[in-house]
């Protein structure tokens, strides 16, 4: 089993950086595809980034392409998020997710991974 906590949410204005950490517990043999989502209020949790195993893929939606990059701690199950020009309708709370093997990452793009975290809020002022 592998708990995941995500940290670094905060209240930011428009056009500020925030960078999201998710350290996860559990066996560290394993190999996981890690990613981010988001749920805005009143919407569906949706797809934000998403790093294999290796490190070597990566996707992104398109509503965040050129302003996220994703990247991966390899010696801990840890996945960063780091955002910059952020905007108001980044707002959301964002959850940190976890998929087993490291050929997963449609599937986990899809919003079908192994493990949640509990989410971080991310709240941007215009």
């Known amino acids: 089993q592998v708990q995941l906590a995500e940290s670094g949410g905060a209240l930011v204005q428009a056009g500020g950086s925030l960078r999201l950490s998710c350290t996860g517990s559990?066996?560290?043999?394993?190999?996981?595809?890690m990613g981010w989502f988001r749920q805005a209020p009143g919407k569906e949790r949706e797809f934000v980034a998403a790093i294999s195993w290796s490190g070597i893929m990566t996707e992104y939606a398109d509503s965040v392409k050129g302003r996220v990059t994703i990247s991966k701690d390899d010696a801990k199950i840890t996945v960063y998020l780091q955002m910059i020009n952020l905007k108001p309708a980044d707002t959301a709370v964002y959850y940190c997710?976890?998929?087993?093997?490291?050929?997963?990452?449609?599937?986990?793009?899809?919003?079908?991974?192994?493990?949640w975290g509990q989410g971080t809020q991310v709240t941007v002022s215009s």
């Open positions: 997710a976890a998929a087993l093997g490291s050929l997963v990452i449609e599937r986990l793009a899809r919003g079908e991974p192994d493990y």
């Open positions: 559990g066996p560290t043999d394993r190999r996981y595809t």
